[in-house]
């Protein structure tokens, strides 16, 4: 088993609609958590990153971790054209620093 | 722009060859990762370096090598090239603290697209 399981996808949505990435991980060493997006045969970028539990918001993304859960989410409101990527998550153990990427869901936002 | 560089952006090469892909870290990283991204594939790690030396190492072949050099920059070697080896690689870098995400965040290059014929 993967310590970090993200949803394959996949996904295709029309333009204005919310999209929802989620991520599992079995590992609760994990307390940094973040989400990276890759554009076609592009170099990923960090997109948004939040230490605790609970909602972080920048703009039309919102980030949300559920430390009890293991669970992480990624909601990109209002979605656009522009949004269709991959988006990678990513988390790090506090124990030994270890970052570990989940395999990616790739969305696509039709017009 | 993430501050990491890669060249060459492209390689056209032939089976059997050997090719040497260049990074150069953001400013004040210490820590270069490798990784391979075949079509429609997930990163794949392969190496990590750490202010010279080999901190981990993931799925690398025997046939690929890399090192880091004493100004931080570091090279990934492919030997005996395999069709299979066509992939982007990416570099990334980590380990400049400054505020906001932890030092351990990395940090992409755009990667050199190589294609074996």
């Known amino acids: 088993q993967k310590e970090v399981e993200q949803d394959p996808g996949p996904l295709s949505v029309p333009e204005g609609a919310i999209v929802s990435l989620n991520c599992t991980y079995s590992?609760?060493?994990?307390?940094?958590f973040m989400w990276y997006r890759q554009y076609s045969r592009k170099g990923p970028e960090l997109l948004m990153y939040?230490?605790?539990?609970g909602n972080k918001e920048d703009g039309r993304f919102t980030a949300q971790v559920d430390k009890s859960s293991k669970y992480i989410s990624l909601f990109i409101r209002d979605s656009q054209p522009s949004d269709s990527a991959t988006y990678l998550c990513?988390?790090?153990?506090?124990?030994?620093?270890?970052?570990?990427f989940g395999a990616g869901t790739t969305v696509t936002v039709r017009a | 722009d993430s501050g990491v560089t890669q060249t060459p952006k492209h390689l056209i090469t032939a089976t059997g060859q050997r090719v040497t892909l260049r990074c150069s870290p953001r400013?004040?990283?210490?820590?270069v990762y490798w990784y391979q991204q075949s079509l429609d594939q997930g990163l794949q790690f392969l190496i990590q370096?750490?202010?010279?030396?080999?901190?981990a190492k993931g799925n690398i072949l025997e046939r690929f090598s890399a090192q880091q050099f004493p100004d931080l920059h570091s090279e990934l070697n492919l030997s005996s090239l395999e069709l299979g080896d066509s992939a982007l690689y990416f570099c990334?870098?980590?380990?400049?603290?400054?505020?906001?995400?932890?030092?351990?965040?990395?940090?992409f290059g755009p990667g050199t697209r190589l294609l074996v014929l």
């Open positions: 990334a870098s980590s380990g400049k603290k400054g505020g906001g995400p932890p030092k351990e965040t990395q940090y």
């Open positions: 990513a988390m790090i153990r506090s124990n030994d620093y270890k970052l570990s």
């Open positions: 400013s004040g990283d210490l820590s």
């Open positions: 370096y750490y202010n010279g030396e080999e901190r």
């Open positions: 939040t230490y605790s539990s």
């Open positions: 590992n609760s060493a994990f307390q940094y």
